[in-house]
T-cell receptor, first 113, second 115 residues
């Protein structure tokens, strides 16, 4: 099945700096890569996703890049703010199923004021 | 729309007891999922359903059962609860029409403690 590795597990940045979280996946047929944000005690919520037919997608301060050759995708947050502090999860489809997701282990992002 | 709702929010079970976690969505989504999230960990897929009457196992199905009699409801049954089932359980749903993956919308979660 799909194996998704996420790094780093914790990340602290100063407010206004950028944060980058990286995930690698194993199934070369994977075609959909979402990123979820989970605040403490809350449900995961989608913040951005990318399909395999594009290499980059941006939404205001958040961007995702995809390198199909290397089988990795990254989340970029610019001009970080304290409200960006949360756990971020990447995910990729399980092998043979576009709709079963395998999640990474999560990155605890802390934005220091 | 209420989205995805779950009940109860929190429950304590004794070892060997059974319970059903309820999940309902009002978005007319065809796909529904159950995940568990252990402390400090990612989400593991327990079961999923592609439509009413159709369910299938995910990554960690042992100790659980599901049914999907309607589009809206997808209950998760725990039989003979064990301490290893202490976790937060999330239900999710999505509308999938083509071969691409689609956004999964999560419920607020049920926190289960088995003692």
């Amino acid at each position: 099945g799909e194996n998704v590795e996420q790094h780093p597990s914790t990340l602290s940045v100063q407010e206004g700096d950028s944060a980058v979280i990286k995930c690698t996946y194993s199934d070369s047929a994977s075609n959909y890569f979402p990123w979820y944000k989970q605040e403490l005690g809350k449900r995961p919520q989608l913040i951005i996703d990318i399909r395999s037919n594009v290499g980059e997608k941006k939404d205001q301060r958040i961007a995702v890049t995809l390198n199909k050759t290397a089988k990795h995708f990254s989340l970029h947050i610019t001009e970080t703010q304290p409200e960006d502090s949360a756990v971020y999860f990447c995910a990729a489809p399980r092998e043979g199923s576009a709709r079963q997701l395998t999640f990474g282990s999560g990155t605890q992002l802390t934005v220091l004021p | 729309n209420a989205g995805v709702t779950q009940t109860p929010k929190f429950r304590i079970l004794k070892i060997g007891q059974s319970m059903t976690l309820q999940c309902t969505q009002d978005m007319n989504h065809n796909y529904m999922y159950w995940y568990r999230q252990d402390p400090g960990m990612g989400l593991k897929l327990i079961y999923y359903s592609v439509g009413a009457g159709i369910t299938d196992k995910g990554e960690v199905p042992n100790g659980y059962n599901v049914s999907r009699s309607t589009t809206e409801d997808f209950p998760l049954r725990l039989e003979l609860a064990a301490p290893s089932q202490t976790s937060v359980y999330f239900c999710a749903s999505s509308y999938a029409a083509e071969g691409w993956g689609e956004t999964q919308y999560f419920g607020p979660g049920t926190r289960l403690l088995v003692l």
